[in-house]
């Protein structure tokens, strides 16, 4: 695997982080988001992935090495991602059991949001990306059923750990309806859930890195992940 790791220093035991950046970016993009982790005593790893699929699998493998690692907690290993890095680590956590899951603008049911990205006009991202999706797997009135395969509602029942949504009020390529149905859904099955709005905030929390932890550690400190 490609990327890199940021070990606590001082400190016996910690709990892991997984750490997964969005959509044709690198591990680089998150860096300063992965420090911050670090110097509040958590071990990161930043794995480098190119769409969901693999995604998927490097992030399964990231979490089972990171449990092994010396130092690391087993008991207190989750994942981060952000934009396509929090679907994928919802995903991810269906396939390896986390005690936590940080879900940043993660899209949740691909269908809706190819339907919501196909109506922006020519030359924009979102349309960018609807003609990306369509071009890989057709509409969803031609393959219903993998973009159903591709979406983490279809599997919310088997996320595993506690789960933080946070989303950013200004994200104008996920919309935040699809975070407040993750909610409903994962309450519907009985697994712990929370959703935090940042108003100011655009889809990748560009400047807002410092908020976007801030949330991130309380909610680990609820939870008694760390101190």
Same mark, same amino acid.
């Given at each position: 695997?490609?990327?890199?790791?940021?070990?606590?220093?001082?400190?016996? *035991?910690? &709990?892991?982080?997984?750490?997964?950046?969005?959509?044709?970016?690198?591990?680089?993009?998150?860096?300063?988001?992965?420090?911050?982790?670090?110097?509040?005593?958590?071990?990161?790893?930043? &794995?480098?992935?190119?769409?969901?699929?693999?995604?998927?699998?490097?992030?399964?493998?990231?979490?089972?090495?990171?449990?092994?690692?010396?130092?690391?907690?087993?008991?207190?290993?989750?994942?981060?991602?952000? *934009?396509?890095?929090?679907?994928?680590?919802?995903?991810?956590?269906?396939?390896?059991?986390?005690?936590?899951?940080?879900?940043?603008?993660?899209?949740?049911?691909?269908?809706?949001?190819?339907?919501?990205?196909?109506?922006?006009?020519?030359?924009?991202?979102?349309?960018?990306?609807?003609?990306?999706?369509?071009?890989?797997?057709?509409?969803?009135?031609?393959?219903?059923?993998?973009?159903?395969?591709? @979406?983490?509602?279809?599997?919310?029942?088997?996320?595993?750990?506690?789960?933080?949504?946070? !989303?950013?009020?200004?994200?104008?390529?996920?919309?935040?309806?699809?975070?407040?149905?993750?909610?409903?859904?994962?309450?519907? !099955?009985?697994?712990?859930?929370?959703?935090?709005?940042?108003?100011?905030?655009?889809?990748?929390?560009?400047?807002?890195?410092?908020?976007?932890?801030?949330? *991130?550690?309380?909610?680990?400190? @609820?939870?008694?992940?760390?101190?």
């Amino acid at each position: 695997m490609v990327g890199y790791a940021l070990i606590p220093e001082g400190l016996e *035991s910690y &709990p892991g982080l997984v750490a997964l950046h969005a959509f044709n970016q690198t591990p680089e993009a998150i860096y300063e988001i992965a420090r911050r982790f670090a110097e509040s005593g958590i071990l990161v790893f930043a &794995p480098r992935y190119a769409d969901a699929s693999d995604g998927v699998i490097v992030s399964v493998n990231a979490l089972r090495n990171l449990k092994s690692f010396k130092g690391v907690d087993p008991s207190r290993v989750g994942i981060f991602g952000v *934009s396509l890095g929090g679907t994928v680590a919802l995903l991810a956590s269906t396939q390896e059991p986390v005690s936590f899951v940080i879900d940043v603008g993660g899209w949740v049911d691909l269908a809706d949001l190819y339907k919501h990205l196909s109506k922006f006009p020519e030359g924009t991202p979102q349309k960018y990306i609807a003609e990306l999706v369509k071009s890989t797997i057709g509409t969803p009135e031609e393959s219903a059923e993998i973009y159903a395969l591709s @979406s983490p509602i279809t599997y919310v029942e088997k996320v595993t750990g506690k789960v933080l949504i946070i !989303h950013g009020g200004k994200d104008i390529m996920v919309p935040v309806t699809q975070s407040q149905r993750l909610l409903e859904e994962l309450r519907k !099955h009985n697994i712990e859930a929370k959703l935090e709005v940042i108003e100011d905030a655009d889809y990748l929390f560009s400047g807002k890195e410092e908020e976007l932890v801030k949330v *991130s550690l309380e909610f680990l400190r @609820s939870h008694k992940i760390i101190q």
